[in-house]
């Protein structure tokens, strides 16, 4: 296992749903990201975390909204998605903050339904 | 904007061939190739990376080489075996924590 733990694995929500995913990292590690996987796309990164400080939103639409408690956890809160939010999830992490290539180690995934 | 652009979509090489997979990326300044592979239900995970100062880079089975001047690199597998089917991607950066992603190869290895 990578140390990046996501709950949970599968969801299936309705458009008018409000949910969270939860992302926990066991590496003590710096930074934290949100990435959406689309089948046969390039993984799309959505927010980063350095030191709990939230230092990137790359123009992702505001019905998914982040929190980060503190550096070990990250969540992404979903209301009144689209069918197009359809799509595996992704958490990752990293040592170094903004400005490295550190290797980033990724979760399962959580893989999203949205009817 | 910057893109990197990956080939094959799919891959299919008998067990014990070799597999090639290739990106081509559009920003002069990137510095940082690595590697990820994704196997089913798991997150991508690291295997290779080369900075812009190495044009080649090997462990054990598998390489990955850097043209600069024609901003392509590529990952090579020798001798497949049957644990290397998964979907390989490949990055670029500048020195920054935004990896530019390759949409993905998916390699099957034929028995």
């Known amino acids: 296992e990578t140390g990046v733990t996501q709950t949970p694995r599968h969801l299936v929500m309705g458009m008018t749903n409000k949910k969270s995913l939860k992302c926990e990292q066991h590496?003590?590690?710096?930074?934290m990201y949100w990435y959406k996987q689309s089948a046969k796309k390039p993984l799309e990164l959505m927010f980063v975390?350095?030191?709990?400080?939230?230092?990137e939103n790359n123009s992702v639409p505001s019905r998914f909204s982040p929190e980060c408690p503190n550096s070990s956890h990250l969540f992404l809160h979903l209301h009144t998605l689209q069918p197009e939010d359809s799509a595996l999830y992704l958490c990752?992490?990293?040592?170094?903050?903004?400005?490295?290539?550190?290797?980033?180690?990724f979760g399962p995934g959580t893989r999203l339904t949205v009817l | 904007g910057e893109n990197v652009e990956q080939h094959p979509s799919t891959l299919s090489v008998q067990e014990g061939d070799s597999a090639v997979i290739k990106c081509t990326y559009s920003?002069?300044?990137?510095?940082?190739f690595p590697w990820y592979k994704q196997e089913l239900g798991k997150g991508p995970q690291l295997i290779i990376d080369?900075?812009?100062n190495v044009g080649e880079k090997k462990d054990q089975r598998i390489a990955v080489t850097l043209n600069k001047t024609a901003k392509h690199f590529s990952l090579h597998i020798t001798e497949t075996q049957p644990e290397d089917s998964a979907v390989y991607f490949c990055?670029?950066?500048?020195?920054?924590?935004?990896?530019?992603w390759g949409a993905g190869t998916k390699l099957i290895i034929k028995p």
């Open positions: 990752a992490s990293s040592q170094e903050p903004v400005g490295s290539t550190d290797t980033q180690y």
């Open positions: 590496l003590g590690h710096n930074a």
């Open positions: 975390y350095n030191f709990k400080e939230q230092t």
């Open positions: 920003d002069s300044a990137s510095n940082y």
């Open positions: 080369i900075r812009s």
């Open positions: 990055a670029a950066s500048k020195s920054n924590y935004q990896l530019i």
